[in-house]
């Protein structure tokens, strides 16, 4: 594999990881939301039902909607 090659793979590498990451967020965060609308959890305790750790809930709960 020649350099531009080995780049050009690294970057699509790079891009479907990324990709992977969002959809777990949004995957988390549908779940977070899910566990507050039916179980009237607050968002702290849907976040650690599911097992998130406290600073990964910071990043997190930052992002959804008040």
Same mark, same amino acid.
């Given at each position: $594999?020649?350099?531009?090659?080995? =780049?050009?793979?690294?970057?699509?590498? &790079?891009?479907?990881? %990324? $990709?992977?990451?969002?959809? =777990?967020?949004?995957?988390? $965060?549908?779940?977070?939301?899910?566990?507050? *609308?039916?179980?009237?959890?607050?968002?702290? %305790?849907?976040?650690? *039902?599911?097992?998130?750790?406290? &600073? &990964?809930?910071?990043?997190?709960?930052?992002?959804?909607?008040?």
């Amino acid at each position: $594999m020649t350099g531009t090659m080995l =780049e050009e793979a690294v970057i699509v590498c &790079e891009a479907i990881d %990324q $990709m992977i990451r969002k959809a =777990e967020e949004r995957t988390t $965060m549908q779940s977070i939301k899910n566990l507050m *609308a039916n179980l009237h959890w607050t968002a702290e %305790q849907a976040a650690s *039902a599911l097992g998130i750790s406290e &600073e &990964e809930q910071e990043a997190l709960l930052r992002k959804l909607p008040s």
